[in-house]
């Protein structure tokens, strides 16, 4: 059994996501296990070099966790041979720059998304690295949630007969950051830092029902701004540009009409921050993070409507849990094993930067329907 090392570019990791997710829980995770493990019995050790623009940030971050590798010069880790993936979770205004510079230097791309601020720079990227033969891959997490996958469980055994429809809730009450922290960075509120819940939630929702309920076809977006004035990390004031909520309708390839509600101004009273419901002909179920539940039709209960009698029925008592009946590891980690074998021994990895661009194009054509104030259409992509 051999130890093979593969040497990773990660920058903007000092963020909470590139932190968080990418680095400690992904990243050092796979480094801890003895790497990832491959066809032939060997194994595969990450070997991060940490890349930002704070040097107090980096060096800070590099030694609480051990990594002896961390420059502010990107050009000097895209020199290093030895490094062979570059990974980005800058924002995202940044983001499309970095990733040319990466392709040039022949190396295998994984980013978050959105990939660029506009479908033009998303679709650029996609064709830069086909034409450069460099592999290239997108974080779409949300597809392997514990609740995600469950969903696609039952979707894959038929258990809803034919789905009619899918509600999808998502958000929660972001601190305006006067009197609570904000849990957000600023710029998420300013348009012109590539802010705005439509550009940061549509790609999730675009990958989300394209491969667990078919193809967007068409759109109608209300896009607004309820909360106008905002405090940002210095305590300073400032007027909040971009959209923080998005209330959509989404037509897909097979009839299923989806209905999305994204929101960082309402307050939660359901079981998570996210809840995906699917309708169908024999079953429904409703999703969470983590848990799925079902309600087939023989368990159905009768509601009427009268509102003059009070109401007998417990609706919530009327689901029945989805098993986890299987280890579930956190969804970041899982696609990073992937595309490391991608990378390394060309496994498949369907979500390509011209997967990515779907998305950015959900985004721009959200944003355009809500200022157009009607449908549009979803045309196919292709570089």
Not at 342 to 368: I, N, R
């Amino acid at each position: 059994m051999t130890t093979n090392k593969i040497g990773i570019i990660m920058n903007g990791v000092t963020g909470r996501m590139g932190t968080r997710q990418h680095l400690i829980r992904s990243i050092m995770a796979i480094r801890e296990q003895g790497g990832v493990q491959l066809a032939n019995g060997d194994y595969l050790m990450p070997d991060p070099i940490l890349v930002g623009r704070n040097e107090n940030k980096l060096k800070a971050l590099a030694g609480e966790h051990s990594i002896e590798r961390w420059t502010t010069d990107l050009e000097e880790a895209l020199a290093d041979k030895n490094n062979i993936i570059y990974f980005d979770s800058q924002t995202t205004s940044r983001r499309e720059e970095a990733i040319k510079q990466a392709i040039e230097a022949n190396k295998h791309i994984y980013c978050e998304k959105p990939t660029s601020t506009s479908l033009e720079g998303s679709l650029r990227l996609a064709k830069l690295a086909k034409d450069a033969g460099v592999k290239n891959g997108v974080v779409q997490d949300k597809l392997f949630l514990p609740g995600v996958m469950k969903l696609k469980r039952l979707i894959d055994a038929g258990f809803f007969g034919d789905i009619l429809s899918v509600r999808m809730e998502f958000g929660y009450w972001v601190f305006e950051g006067d009197w609570q922290e904000c849990q957000r960075p600023s710029w998420n509120y300013k348009k012109e830092e590539g802010g705005g819940i439509i550009v940061d939630m549509f790609p999730h929702w675009r990958y989300v029902l394209d491969h667990l309920f078919g193809s967007v076809q068409a759109l109608s977006t209300v896009a607004t701004t309820h909360i106008t004035k905002r405090v940002d990390e210095e305590g300073n004031t400032y007027e909040a540009t971009a959209d923080d909520a998005a209330y959509a309708t989404f037509e897909l390839e097979n009839g299923v009409i989806a209905s999305v509600n994204s929101s960082w101004a309402v307050r939660v009273d359901r079981d998570d921050l996210l809840t995906i419901q699917i309708d169908g002909t024999e079953a429904s179920a409703v999703a969470g993070l983590r848990d799925c539940k079902t309600q087939h039709r023989v368990n159905t209960p009768k509601p009427v409507w009268n509102p003059d009698l009070k109401n007998t029925i417990d609706f919530q008592d009327q689901w029945e849990k989805v098993p986890d009946n299987q280890v579930f590891e956190n969804a970041f980690k899982i696609q990073w094993e992937m595309f490391l074998k991608h990378v390394y021994q060309d496994d498949a990895f369907p979500w390509d930067l011209l997967e990515g661009a779907k998305g950015t194009q959900l985004a721009d054509l959200g944003l355009q329907s809500s200022q157009e104030r009607r449908w549009l259409e979803v045309p196919s992509l292709e570089v």
